[in-house]
């Protein structure tokens, strides 16, 4: 790791000095004001920032090991019979528990999404009842949809939190777009991400082209400055740091300085994440006024599914899903109806596919 330390009269100039020497992907370790001068003659204030860069690491090609010898398979002796015999099917580690022609439907319900919901008694009456493949996929995608309670309206601050690259700012500049160019609303960015500066920098460029303010928040000091700029938006943006978010101070100091009765604050979370780190992310966050799920990255994975298991799990509405890098494109109101077709499109069920629409 490639270790710097820059000095300047602004933090903004610090910024522009450490983008210079290390580049984008640099981040901030430490930043304070300090004292220049010669026995405290002429002093003046400063900032001093301390900023780090990964070194690439350099890749080996492995050496092929030698092709090991393996014995010859043994040929069985007639006193010693080869017996084959085909196992049922199993999913998920057990047998079937449905109809064959309901394969699909058990695949996903053995899918740690659902392990938890036990439908197969319904279902298996349901079909040999009616005889129907639709029927069954109707139950389910009733009960899917019935999780998925109807998003909130956003007050005037909307927060976003969240651990560091589960898209936290792209979703932030598409909202941006969502309510300037499809709501007609005047918008204000305040970003308090200072940590990487390829996030800001990526943040500003989205403004830029949108024509958008927005403020960068080193500190509490300037975030209450931002919020006092943008005091005539209809909307106001926020993006917040997301290196720290297992440290429980982190999570304490949302409850210290900001004020949620007029901030609507939505945990991001990716679709591509492994459940257990989704349950672990939920749990760092739970303690603070959520008042929505943002799920992003849809698009880069085969399967939706772990969103069904969160709602459940909150108990929280889905205000927005991402399926897409396009800006101001690919966002996904959190209706009931929309998710829940988007899933089951991902599953492949042919009447929820945009094939058989």
Partial sequence: MQIKKFTAKTMADAMTKVKQELGDEAVILNSRQVKTGWFGLFSSKQVEVIAALEKEQVVTKPRHPAPVRTAPTPTPTPSQPVITQTPPRVIGGAAPRLHASLQHVESLLSTESFADESWEETLNELYYTTK??????????????SSFTEPPEAKRY?????????????TLAKLAAHFKLTEGK???????????????????????????????????????RAKQLFARKDIVLIDTAGRNFRDPAYVEQFHEHHDFTET????????????????MIYSQFESLPL???????????????????????????VAWMTDGQEVPDDLIRGHADALTKRLFEKEGWARWTKQGV
């Fill in 132 to 145: 129907s493949v639709e029927e069954a996929e109707r139950f389910v995608y009733e009960q899917v949809k």
């Fill in 158 to 170: 909307v927060m976003v939190v969240g651990p560091t690259g589960v898209g936290k700012t792209t």
């Fill in 186 to 224: 005047t918008v204000g960015l305040i970003t308090t991400d200072t940590y990487r500066i390829a996030a800001i920098e990526q943040l500003k460029t989205y403004a830029e082209i949108m024509s958008i303010p927005v403020e960068v928040a080193y500190d509490f000091h300037d975030f209450k």
């Fill in 264 to 279: 609507s604050l939505s945990l991001v979370l990716s679709l591509t994440s492994k459940m257990k780190d989704m349950d």
């Fill in 291 to 317: 008042s929505s799920l943002i799920f992003t990255k849809a698009d880069e994975t085969s399967d939706i599914h772990a969103m069904y298991r969160m709602v459940k799990k909150s108990g929280l509405p």
